[in-house]
């Protein structure tokens, strides 16, 4: 009613088209504000938090590490890497997914294929998570005598960017081997961007009986 009263001034009165748009643009304002400031709100309120929904995630990272355990062996001084991780989140903690990419060790290139399980715990303003990735390392030089199997847990924490995109970084360990007479360890160090498909949602949190 109040926006049909506004524009019949503006069109009975062109000369009040000025006054009226302000009029309508205050009006606007007035409704829009409070409207985000809720939102606002919320997000300040410790009783909220922003938690994942459920659906599809991909990441893609880029990581670097040093060697730990005996650096004069083979491909065990460095690494660098560039992989992406396609997969589901399955609730607000659990994600697991399938990756790929290439790993540059000294002067061989690597393709892994692994596994990737993550737990998210879910605080204000950011978001730790611990993983756990495993797989093989298909060497593209020597495929039968250097391609190996890898493990690497870890932790990490994630800030979301958008509601659909995070930035994190993490810090884990690797160890590659051959057999158990033949293992590499690494330290390494991960960049990612993560893109939901689902965007995040407010979750109120449960109130304590203490």
């Given amino acids: 009613m109040i926006y049909q009263n506004i524009l019949q001034t503006i069109g009975n009165n062109p000369s009040e088209n000025i006054k009226g748009r302000l009029a309508l ?70 994600f697991a997914g399938i990756g790929a990419g290439f790993y540059y060790c000294e002067n061989n290139l690597f393709v892994p294929l692994y596994l990737e399980n993550k737990y998210s715990v879910y605080l204000k303003g950011f978001t730790p998570y611990f993983y756990a990735d495993g797989g093989v390392l298909l060497s593209i030089k020597n495929f039968t005598d250097e391609s190996k199997i890898f493990v690497n847990p870890g932790v990490g924490i994630s800030r979301y960017i958008s509601p659909k995109i995070e930035g994190s970084l993490s810090v884990g360990y690797m160890l590659q081997a051959r057999t158990t007479l033949n293992r590499v360890s690494f330290l390494n160090f991960k960049l990612g961007i993560i893109y939901r498909n689902n965007t995040y949602r407010m979750f109120k949190k449960p109130a304590s009986d203490f």
């Fill in 25 to 94: 643009t205050i009006l606007t304002l007035l409704i829009i504000v409070p409207l985000s400031g809720q939102s606002y709100n919320r997000l300040s309120n410790p009783s909220y938090s922003l938690v994942s929904s459920p659906g599809f995630v991909s990441i893609t990272g880029i990581e670097g590490a040093i060697g730990l355990r005996d650096t004069t062996a083979t491909n065990s001084k460095y690494y660098f890497s560039l992989t992406n991780v396609f997969g589901y989140q399955a609730d607000r903690n659990f």
